[in-house]
């Protein structure tokens, strides 16, 4: 547990027991406590020991605010109203429905991660929509904490249901995967860009949306706050655009078959990375940012304008 901003904090999810990968933010309210973004079911011993060291328990929480509905941020989210079944879950509405019922979500994510999705991600148990509150673009969250709320953007790009969450009183956003992978204000940004929403001028006109804020800070789920926001979302669309530019020329020459062409870019990324970091900073980069699907992500956006 560590604070980050006036009565906000930062759990450390030790995501398969290494650091610096997925993080939660915990709001002190008044009368609890808010998370945003509580992980995978898998991690949930990890969530209670952190809530367990400022003094709290799942029994103090009052909201989730998810800000997407993948597995790494909202998997968790079931299990935890199931076992208190008072707290609202703020997400936007077109992933309500995932929500509510996940049965379309894991059986895209078995596919994806096969025998391997138990042990990465635990359960994902549906969340009652009497629960749901669904949110969209200008909408706010009235917190019982001395009058302040959460402003709400829409800000697709990583996927077509991804929110941010805005507190004016500290100047912190709250981003999600919107603005890439960042670890600990470190220099280096990777963007997320998993199948099947990957929309890359989504991705740019969600990051003005946010730079409309004027935050002072972000505070990425992959991982903990970055406070040169300026140079945060420089950095994070110019790796965007050359990742793209990347897939978009390969899949020009049409040389190889799909899995050769994406592991061919995933060790392309991984050269990249191991230039300027540490072994273990480098496996928590690539488990943080995906990076062995963000080609699909890319490679299925290139396809469909590349067809048109």
């Given amino acids: 547990m560590e604070r980050i901003a006036e009565r906000i904090y930062q759990i450390d999810l030790a995501h398969l027991g290494r650091l610096n990968v997925i993080a939660s933010a915990i709001i002190e309210l008044d009368d609890g406590i808010a998370i945003v973004d509580p992980g995978p079911s898998s991690t949930l011993p990890a969530l209670r020991a952190g809530l367990a060291a400022g003094g709290w328990s799942l029994v103090d929480v009052r909201w989730l605010l998810v800000t997407h509905v993948h597995l790494d941020h909202a998997g968790a989210c079931g299990e935890i109203v199931r076992q208190h079944p008072g707290i609202q879950v703020a997400v936007h509405e077109k992933g309500a429905r995932h929500l509510e019922n996940p049965t379309r979500l894991m059986s895209s994510a078995q596919r994806v991660f096969g025998n391997d999705l138990e042990r990465l991600w635990g359960d994902f148990l549906p969340v009652p929509s009497a629960n749901l509150r669904r949110v969209n ?29 805005y507190d004016e009183t500290t100047g912190l956003a709250f981003v999600g995967d919107s603005t890439g992978a960042r670890i600990c204000d470190a220099a280096l940004v990777l963007p997320t860009t998993p199948a099947p929403d ?9 990051a003005e949306r946010i730079l409309s804020w004027n935050p002072e800070r972000l505070f990425l789920t992959h991982f903990g706050p970055a406070t040169n926001v300026a140079e945060h979302m420089s950095r994070h669309l110019s790796k965007l655009d050359a990742w793209s530019q990347y897939v978009k020329d390969a899949l020009r020459q049409q040389e190889e078959e799909d899995q050769a062409l994406a592991d061919r870019f995933f060790a392309w990324v991984h050269a990249d990375l191991e230039q300027s970091l540490t072994v273990d900073r480098t496996l928590a980069y690539e488990q943080g940012a995906a990076t062995h699907l963000s080609w699909h992500g890319l490679a299925r956006y290139w396809r469909t304008k590349l067809s048109e």
Avoid: K
Wanted: charge should be negative; proline fraction near 3%; hydrophobic fraction near 35%.
């Fill in 137 to 165: 673009e200008g909408d706010s969250i009235h917190l019982e904490l001395a009058g302040r709320r959460l402003d709400i953007a829409y800000t697709p790009g990583h996927a077509s249901h991804h929110v941010s969450y």
């Fill in 198 to 206: 990957i929309d890359l001028q989504a991705i740019h006109t969600s």
